[in-house]
């Protein structure tokens, strides 16, 4: 939800955003046990941030409010645009406060019901020291066999065919507990084998998603991508590092890139005069070095970051 309010139009508040998911993320990669210390700070540091921009941006739409702003405060109209403090219409006004009010809504619901539980879920500790006898989740040996009919299940069968079997309702009980128990089995050892070839092979992932976003946009941004792969790429030591860097620079990246759209930012100072001379004569070109870099102007800023956000 925080990347989908940060992908449409850029403006500061939605650059803020995405800073705080880039954050997060770099955090969890860095050390888990940092990333869920740090939680509960964070879900109610964008809580508080959610409602200040919510109150600013209706606030904003009184009448003369914006007067207020470039006269008292002294905020140029450019740079109130470039904030994100703009008079809509009705309909624009809905459209722009329903991302930040449902993700809003999501992350109070998160805090209040759902972030203790998730983090007893989990805690890295959580399986140590653990009583499988008293603990209220471990099976009994008699539980765990299907082929064992539990005590409940001798009493309410007829007494006359207790010697010739079990009754026809006990005979389908007892078969449906095998096969849940057989199939919660086979499910077991799906979810290790997932796992397993996950930890296997996710590296791999990683470095062709790492490419892929490189090939995508050939700049001198993209560039250290290659460098990056190249230099740790055939040390298997250092795949940790390796991830650690990449998701630093395309950190980086993506803000810069969210950065440029704003009218504030001078890209006339990435332009240069070119003198060329062919057959005696001279031909002055002007070449904006803000491309070859990997910054430049966009109408939709999603397209040009979605695969920086994907690594």
């Known amino acids: 939800m925080m990347v989908i309010i940060a992908l449409q139009h850029v403006f500061i508040y939605k650059i803020i955003y995405m800073f705080f998911f880039l954050i997060f993320a770099f955090i969890f990669q860095i050390n ?26 209706y606030t904003f739409q009184f009448e003369e409010f914006n007067k207020y702003w470039t006269s008292r405060i002294g905020i140029s109209d450019e740079m109130l645009e470039d904030i994100g403090l703009i008079k809509y219409d009705t309909a624009g006004l809905f459209m722009n406060l329903l ?23 989990s805690d890295p500790d959580r399986f140590k020291n653990r009583d499988s006898v008293n603990s209220p989740n471990a099976r009994s040996d ?52 997932l796992w397993r070839l996950g930890e296997i092979h996710i590296f791999k992932l990683v470095v062709i998603i ?41 950190t ?3 803000l810069a890139k969210m950065i440029f759209q704003l009218r504030l930012v001078d890209t006339e100072i990435w332009k240069t005069q070119c003198d060329e001379s062919k057959n005696g004569t ?17 109408n939709v800023t999603g397209e040009s970051i979605s695969h920086y956000v994907q690594v």
């Open 282 to 298: 001279s031909n002055i070109t002007e070449q904006n070095n803000a491309i070859w870099f990997g910054l430049k102007k966009l």
């Open 210 to 250: 790492i490419m892929v976003a490189a090939l995508q946009d050939i700049t001198a941004l993209t560039a250290v991508y290659v460098l990056i792969l190249a230099t740790f790429l055939p040390f298997c030591g250092l795949r940790l590092l390796l991830s650690t860097l990449a998701l630093f620079w395309s």
């Open 142 to 193: 008699d539980e765990s066999n299907p082929n064992i009919i539990t005590e409940d299940e001798e009493e309410h069968s007829p007494a006359g065919t207790v010697n010739n079997g079990q009754t026809s309702s006990g005979k389908w009980k007892n078969l449906l507990k095998k096969t849940i128990i057989n199939a919660s089995n086979v499910w077991n050892r799906i979810d290790i084998f």
């Open 99 to 121: 991302s930040p009010t449902c993700f809003l809504v999501f992350v109070i619901l998160q805090v209040r019901y759902f972030h203790q539980p998730f983090l007893k879920l």
């Open 252 to 254: 980086v990246i993506i």
């Open 32 to 57: 888990f046990r940092i990333w869920r210390a740090i939680n509960y700070t964070f879900w109610w540091l964008v809580i508080v941030y959610s409602m200040a921009v919510l109150i600013v941006i």
